[in-house]
C-alpha cells in the first residue's frame, strides 16, 4: 500500500503534499493503473492528518484524472485519461517552466545547466514521454 | 457540514479594566476540526469557558447546538465533551473509580474506546490521577471524555506541558475521534505541527479581537510572501501603507512582505519601483507568527543586538 | 446524583473520621470525669451525665470543629477548576450541589451523631450510675443542629467570590448569630425552627453561588436576597460596633453626652416610689451630691422616715410644735459615710411624722411565667435532687419522667426503691403511680434542699420514714404556678396559683390566707408580698420592672387585711413620664434604626413626644437616612443598574444606613467603564447599549489584515 510522507511546517499545505506525491508517483510508475490507494480514513489515520485533508487531495487527484473511486471498493490509481483540455494544460505547462526559468535563473544557474538538471529528473520517469504525446 | 454546532455572538469579556475577548463573532460547522489560534492570555481560554457556561460574558453570547451556553440543558452537555486546560483530574480517585463515577452520568459509554485510550497512555487501572505522568493524566482525562462520545470536543490547549511523545499519543486520540465525521473538534493550541495535521479550520485571536477565521486551505492561500527586488536598493524612508500588510523586513535590494492578499496590493508594491516581484506561499508557522508578532516593518532581537555592536 | 454523594464522601470521609475520633477522646474525658465519685457526686454535682459541661462542651466544640471544617472543604472544593470539573456533566448543578450537601451532612450528622449514641448507650446500659433522663439528651443533640447552619455557612465562606477582603467572612456573622440564638431558645422545637429558618436562608444563597460559579449577575432574586441576608448581619454588627467605638472615642476627646445608658438616654429622671412599714406609698428623693434621701407623700408632703436598707437614719426632734418642726436628722451610710442635718419639716400634726421603709427584703417575691416555659437545657426540667443533713446512705431524687422520688445508696449507686404518693416501695415493685405535675423552679424557696415543689402541690421529704408528705395541694382544677417562702414570711408559704395568692401556714398556729389575684395579673412579671403593719395587714405589690432595687417604679400596691383577706386599700403607682428620649450618637449611621427606637420610646416606653425638642433628632437622622439613600442611588446610576436596581439599592440605602451602602459594594461588583464613541461620555461595559445615548459598541477597529471566509 502506498503511503505518502507529510512534513509540517513547510511551505506546502499538507493535502498539496499528498496530492504532488501521489502525481509523482504515478507519473513515475511507482504506482500503475488500476493499483489500490487506501481509504481516506486508513490514510488520515495513518499519517495523524484531518480525514478531509485526505479527502480534499483525492478529489483533487480524481478532478486531474489520476485516481478514481469505485462505489464500495475504494479508491483506484485510473488510467491515465487527461481531463483538461489540451489548451489549458499547455497554460499550465507554461506557468511552471515560468516558475522554474525564474527560480533557476535568479539562483544563478546557466540555462545548460537548467536543461541538464532537468532532463535528470525527468529521465527517472519512464514512458512518460508517449503518454504525452497521445493527444 | 454547514451547520454551524459551535456559535459565538459578539461575545466580549472584561476582566476588570482589561477586555480580554472583544466582540467575538464566529461559527464552527459541524464536522470540522476547529483550531483557535493566539498568544497567551489572547483570550482563548476565556472564549472556551464562555462556551460552556463557565463564565458569564460581559457582553454578547455564545451557543452550542443553538442552545445558550448559559442556560445549557444536562442533556446537552452529555453531547460535548470538555478537556480543561492543563487536564485537570479528581486526583484521588483510581482509574477505574474514575471510569465508574465518569460513566455514571452517561446514558451510553463507549468501554471500548476507554480501555483502548487508556492503554495506549499504558495508565494501569489501579493507579491514582494524583501519581500518573503528566502526559498520562492528559491521556487520563482524554479517555474519560471520549468514552461518553461526545459529538462536540471542546479542548483547551490540550497540548500544553506534554511531551513530543505524549502529544503524538494525543494527536493518535483526536484523529480517532474524527472518525464519526459528524464529531466536530474546538480547539485551542500553541503547537503549529498539530494543529496544520489535524485542523481544517483556523482562527487566530490577537488581544482579544478576532483577525482570521476561515477554512485552513482559503487561510495557507492567501497569506503569503511577497518579494519585491530592486536595483539599487530598497527605497529608504517609511514604507507607504501597503494594504493586507502584516511584516516586512528589509535587505539590501530586497523587501521581503508576508501579507494577505488584498486588491490594491501588487499596486502599492510596484509604485515603490522594484526590478521584480516574486509571491512565494510560506508555512503555516510563519504564517500565525506573523499574524500574532508586531506589525509592519521589523527588526528581530537578534538584528537589534547585531546593530549595537 | 448517588455518584457525586459518593464522590463528595469519600473526599470528606477522613475529615469526618478524625473529627469523630478527636470528638470521642474529649467524649471520654468527659464521661471518665463523670464517673469519678471524687469530682462528681452530690451535692458537689447534681447534673445528669449528658449535662455535664464536659460532654456539652465536648460536642460544641466538635460541632464548631467539624461543621466549619466539612462546610469549608466543601466549598473549597467546589470553587474554581474543580467546580468547572464538577459542572460540566449531563446533571442539573442542582442536583450536584444537592449531593453534595447529602454527602457533607449525612457525615456531619454521623461524625457527631455515633459519639452521642456511643454516650448514651455508656451512660444508659453499659454502665448506669444514678438517674439518668432522655430529655437531658436534647441539649447535645441540639448541640449537633446547631452546626447545620455552621455548614452551609462555611461552604458559602468559601465558595463566594468576594469583592473584598473583609467582605468574604461576613456571613460568619450571621451564621453565628443563627447558632447562638437557636441553641439558647428554651424550648426545643424553637430552636430547631431557628436552625431550619437560618439553613434554609444559608443553602439559598450557597446553591446560589454554586450554580452561579460565583457570578452575582446570574443568580435568581431569592438568592441575592438570601445573600442580603446573610452580608446584612455581619455588616450591622460591623457598624453598630464601629459606630460606638467611634461615639466612645468622641465622648473621650470631647465630653460628648450621648451613649450613656445604652442606645437611648431618658432625659427624664424617674421618680422612685417607695412603701412604708404602714403601707403607705410615698415618693424618695435623692438629690444629687447630697447623701441621703427625703421623702414626701404623693402629694409632697415632706415625711421623717427611717431607711432601714440604705442607711441608718436616726431622727431627733429637736423643737416645733403644731404643723412646724425642726428635726435633726442623721444618716450613717452602709459604707461609712456620716452626716447630720438639721431640716424643717413642716406637716400637719395628724400625719406621721416618722415611720420605717419597707425594703426589698421585705417581700417574698414570685417571678410570674419564668416557668412556664420549656427550658429543656435545664436540669430542673428532668430531676430534683435532696440534700439531706447528716451522714448520707441514700441520695434521693425525683425523677420528672418517672414521677417518682427515686433513692440510690451511695456509693455503689445502686437503686433502692422509689417514693410515690402512696409511700415507699422496693426497688422491682414499684407500683406505677407517680406525682402529677410539672416541677416548679421555686427560685424563692429557702431551705429548699427536701422540697418538691410541683404545679400539683408541694411536698416535702421525710428521709427516715421515706415519705413525701404533703405541705400544700392544688384544689381540683387549679394549678400551682409559684411557691415562695422568704425570710420575710418565714412561717408561711406563699403559693400563687392559677386564680389565688394564698398564704399557707406551715405550723398549726398560723391560719391560711387566700386573696384573689389581680385581674390583669398577666400583665405584670412579678409579685411581692409582704407583712405589714405589725403583720395585720399584707401588701401585694404588682410590678413589671426587676425587683432587685428597693424603689418601686411601676404597677400597684394592693393592701389586704391579713385576717379576712379583705382588700383594705389600692395604691396605683402613676405612670413614670421618662422625658424626652435621645438618641445615641451613633444612630446616625443607622437613621432607621434610631428613628425606630425614638418611636418605640414614646409609644411603649412612656416618653414624653414633644416634637419642639425631638425635631432636630428626626432632622439629622432623616437627613442621615437621605444622604444614605442617595449614596446608593448615584452609585447605581454611575454603574448604570438600571431603574429598578437603582430605586431597590435605593431604598436600602434608606432603611439600612451605612450599612445598606456597603451592602452594595459587597453584593454588586463595580463595572468597567470606557469612553463612549458616539456621546464622549464613560459608559459601563456590561451593556450592550450606552446608558447615556444607547448607541451600541463600535466593532473593533479593522487592521486590513483580516481573513474570514
Not at chain 3, 244 to 272: C, E, N
Request: hydrophobic fraction near 45%; charge should be positive.
Amino acid at each position: 500500500m502506498f503511503f505518502p510522507r507529510v512534513t509540517t511546517g513547510s511551505d506546502r499545505p499538507i493535502y498539496r503534499q499528498v496530492v504532488d506525491q501521489i502525481r509523482l508517483a504515478v507519473v513515475g510508475g511507482k504506482l500503475r493503473p488500476g493499483d489500490s490507494l487506501p481509504s481516506v480514513r486508513a490514510m488520515a489515520e495513518h499519517l495523524l492528518v484531518n480525514p478531509n485533508t485526505i479527502a480534499k487531495a483525492y478529489a483533487e487527484l480524481m478532478r486531474e484524472g489520476f485516481v478514481q473511486a469505485q462505489q464500495g471498493k475504494g479508491v483506484f490509481v485510473a488510467d491515465r485519461r487527461p481531463v483538461l483540455s489540451a489548451a489549458e494544460r499547455q497554460r499550465r505547462l507554461q506557468a511552471a517552466v515560468e516558475q522554474l526559468a525564474h527560480e533557476a535563473a535568479g539562483l544563478g544557474f546557466s540555462s545548460k545547466q537548467i536543461q541538464e538538471a532537468l532532463a535528470k529528473k525527468l529521465g527517472g520517469m519512464a514512458g512518460m514521454g508517449e503518454t504525452e504525446q497521445k493527444p | 457540514m454547514s451547520e454551524a454546532v459551535i456559535q459565538f455572538e459578539n461575545l466580549t469579556h472584561w476582566y476588570g479594566k482589561h477586555c480580554a475577548v472583544d466582540q467575538v463573532s464566529l461559527a464552527v460547522p459541524r464536522g470540522s476540526v476547529f483550531a483557535l489560534l493566539g498568544r497567551n492570555g489572547s483570550g482563548k481560554s476565556t472564549m472556551i469557558r464562555a462556551l460552556l457556561g463557565l463564565q458569564k460574558p460581559t457582553r454578547g453570547r455564545s451557543r452550542v447546538f443553538g442552545e445558550d451556553s448559559m442556560d445549557l440543558a444536562p442533556q446537552t452537555r452529555g453531547r460535548i465533551g470538555y478537556l480543561a486546560e492543563g487536564h485537570p483530574l479528581f486526583g484521588w480517585m483510581k482509574v477505574g473509580e474514575a471510569e465508574r463515577f465518569e460513566r455514571s452520568f452517561y446514558d451510553s459509554w463507549n468501554e471500548r474506546m476507554f480501555a483502548a485510550v487508556v492503554e495506549h497512555f499504558r495508565i494501569g487501572r489501579k493507579q491514582r490521577g494524583k501519581d500518573l505522568s503528566r502526559g498520562q493524566r492528559a491521556g487520563l482525562a482524554l479517555a474519560l471524555t471520549l468514552a461518553s462520545e461526545p459529538e462536540v470536543l471542546v479542548l483547551d490547549d490540550p497540548a500544553m506541558g506534554l511531551d513530543p511523545v505524549a502529544r503524538q499519543d494525543f494527536l493518535e486520540s483526536i484523529v480517532l475521534t474524527t472518525r464519526d465525521s459528524g464529531r466536530t473538534v474546538f480547539f485551542s493550541s500553541h503547537i503549529l505541527a498539530d494543529v496544520e495535521r489535524v485542523a481544517d479550520h483556523v482562527a487566530i485571536l490577537d488581544q482579544g479581537v478576532l483577525r482570521v477565521c476561515c477554512p485552513m486551505e482559503v487561510f495557507r492561500q492567501k497569506v503569503r510572501r511577497v518579494v519585491a527586488t530592486f536595483k539599487e536598493g530598497v527605497p529608504a524612508g517609511k514604507l507607504p501603507d501597503i494594504p493586507g500588510l502584516l511584516y516586512a523586513v528589509r535587505c539590501a535590494d530586497e523587501l521581503s512582505l508576508v501579507a494577505v492578499e488584498r486588491s490594491g496590493q501588487k499596486e502599492a508594491i510596484w509604485a515603490l519601483g522594484p526590478a521584480a516581484v516574486t509571491e512565494e506561499p510560506i508555512s503555516l508557522d510563519e504564517a500565525v507568527i506573523a499574524y500574532l508578532g508586531e506589525h509592519g516593518v521589523r527588526t528581530s532581537l537578534l538584528e537589534k543586538i547585531g546593530g549595537g555592536q | 446524583m448517588r455518584a457525586i454523594i459518593w464522590k463528595q464522601a469519600r473526599e470528606l470521609l477522613r475529615w469526618a473520621v478524625l473529627g469523630m475520633v478527636v470528638l470521642g477522646m474529649f467524649v471520654g474525658v468527659a464521661l471518665t470525669e463523670w464517673y469519678d465519685d471524687t469530682l462528681s457526686r452530690p451535692p458537689v454535682m447534681t447534673r445528669l451525665p449528658l449535662h455535664t459541661e464536659g460532654i456539652l462542651l465536648a460536642f460544641s466544640l466538635g460541632m464548631i470543629g467539624i461543621g466549619l471544617w466539612l462546610g469549608k472543604l466543601t466549598g473549597y472544593r467546589a470553587r474554581g477548576t474543580e467546580w468547572a470539573l464538577l459542572i460540566h456533566r449531563p446533571v442539573s448543578r442542582t442536583r450536584i450541589f444537592a449531593g453534595m450537601s447529602v454527602a457533607m451532612l449525612g457525615l456531619y450528622v454521623a461524625a457527631m451523631g455515633i459519639p452521642l449514641a456511643g454516650v448514651i448507650a455508656v451512660v444508659h446500659w453499659i454502665k448506669p450510675r444514678g438517674p439518668f433522663a432522655w430529655g437531658t439528651a436534647l441539649a447535645a443533640v441540639m448541640a449537633v443542629l446547631v452546626g447545620i447552619p455552621l455548614l452551609f455557612g462555611g461552604m458559602l465562606i468559601m465558595q463566594r467570590r468576594a469583592k473584598w477582603y473583609g467582605s468574604m467572612w461576613l456571613p460568619a456573622a450571621f451564621m453565628l448569630a443563627v447558632s447562638v440564638y437557636a441553641a439558647k431558645r428554651p424550648e426545643f422545637w424553637h430552636g430547631v425552627l431557628w436552625v431550619f429558618g437560618g439553613t434554609v436562608v444559608l443553602v439559598v444563597a450557597a446553591w446560589g453561588v454554586f450554580v452561579s460559579g460565583g457570578d452575582e449577575e446570574k443568580q435568581p432574586v431569592v438568592v441575592k436576597a438570601a445573600q442580603g441576608i446573610t452580608l446584612s448581619v455581619g455588616l450591622l454588627y460591623g457598624v453598630l460596633i464601629g459606630g460606638l467605638m467611634l461615639v466612645l472615642f468622641a465622648q473621650y476627646v470631647t465630653d460628648y453626652p450621648f451613649m450613656k445608658d445604652g442606645p437611648i438616654a431618658f432625659t427624664g429622671t424617674p421618680t422612685d416610689y417607695r412603701l412604708t412599714a404602714d403601707g403607705q406609698l410615698v415618693i424618695e428623693k435623692h438629690e444629687v451630691g447630697k447623701p441621703g434621701r427625703t421623702w414626701t407623700d404623693l402629694q409632697g408632703q415632706a415625711l421623717l422616715l427611717e431607711d432601714s436598707s440604705r442607711s441608718k437614719r436616726t431622727v431627733t426632734m429637736l423643737e416645733g410644735s403644731g404643723d412646724d418642726r425642726i428635726a435633726q436628722l442623721e444618716d450613717s451610710d452602709t459604707d461609712g459615710d456620716h452626716s447630720a442635718t438639721t431640716q424643717l419639716i413642716t406637716s400637719p400634726a395628724s400625719q406621721p411624722t416618722a415611720g420605717k421603709l419597707l425594703d426589698n427584703d421585705a417581700f417574698v417575691w414570685l417571678a410570674q411565667g419564668s416557668d412556664r416555659k420549656g427550658g429543656y437545657q435545664e436540669q430542673r426540667a428532668y430531676v430534683r435532687w435532696f440534700f439531706t443533713e447528716g451522714r448520707v446512705e441514700v441520695w434521693w431524687v425525683y425523677e420528672a419522667a418517672l414521677g417518682r422520688v427515686v433513692g440510690y445508696r451511695w456509693p455503689e449507686w445502686t437503686r433502692v426503691g422509689s417514693i410515690g404518693p402512696e409511700g415507699f416501695a422496693e426497688d422491682g415493685a414499684e407500683p406505677k403511680s407517680r406525682f402529677r405535675g410539672r416541677m416548679l423552679s421555686n427560685p424563692n424557696v429557702m431551705g429548699k434542699d427536701l422540697w418538691l415543689c410541683l404545679s400539683s402541690g408541694v411536698y416535702q421529704l421525710d428521709a427516715e420514714q421515706r415519705q413525701m408528705r404533703p405541705v400544700y395541694e392544688a384544689r381540683p382544677g387549679q394549678e400551682i404556678v409559684q411557691v415562695g417562702n422568704r425570710a420575710a414570711l418565714p412561717h408561711h408559704l406563699v403559693i400563687q396559683t392559677d386564680k389565688t395568692l394564698e398564704l399557707v401556714g406551715r405550723e398549726e398556729k398560723f391560719g391560711n390566707v387566700v386573696l384573689p389575684l389581680l385581674e390583669d395579673q398577666a400583665d405584670y412579671r412579678y409579685i411581692g408580698i409582704a407583712p405589714i403593719d405589725g403583720g395585720r395587714k399584707l401588701a401585694v405589690h404588682y410590678t413589671r420592672s426587676s425587683y432587685y432595687s428597693d424603689q418601686l417604679r411601676d404597677g400597684c400596691v394592693l393592701i389586704y387585711d391579713a385576717a379576712t383577706g379583705q382588700l383594705v386599700q389600692r395604691q396605683d403607682i402613676p405612670e413614670q413620664r421618662r422625658g424626652v428620649p435621645m438618641v445615641a450618637g451613633f444612630a446616625v449611621f443607622e437613621p432607621s434604626f434610631g428613628i425606630g427606637t425614638l418611636i418605640w420610646a414614646v409609644a411603649w416606653k412612656g416618653c414624653e413626644f414633644d416634637l419642639k425638642s425631638m425635631l432636630w433628632q428626626f432632622e439629622v437622622l432623616g437627613a442621615a437616612a437621605v444622604v444614605f439613600c442617595l449614596v446608593n442611588v448615584v452609585v447605581a446610576w454611575r454603574w448604570a443598574l438600571g431603574g429598578r436596581r437603582m430605586a431597590w439599592w435605593g431604598v436600602l440605602g434608606l432603611v439600612m444606613g451605612l450599612a445598606g451602602v456597603l451592602l452594595l459594594w459587597c453584593m454588586v461588583s463595580r463595572p468597567v467603564k470606557v469612553r463612549c464613541a458616539s456621546c464622549g461620555r464613560k459608559r459601563v461595559v456590561r451593556r450592550e447599549r450606552c446608558e447615556h445615548c444607547a448607541a451600541e459598541f463600535g466593532r473593533p477597529a479593522e487592521n486590513g489584515t483580516e481573513v474570514f471566509a
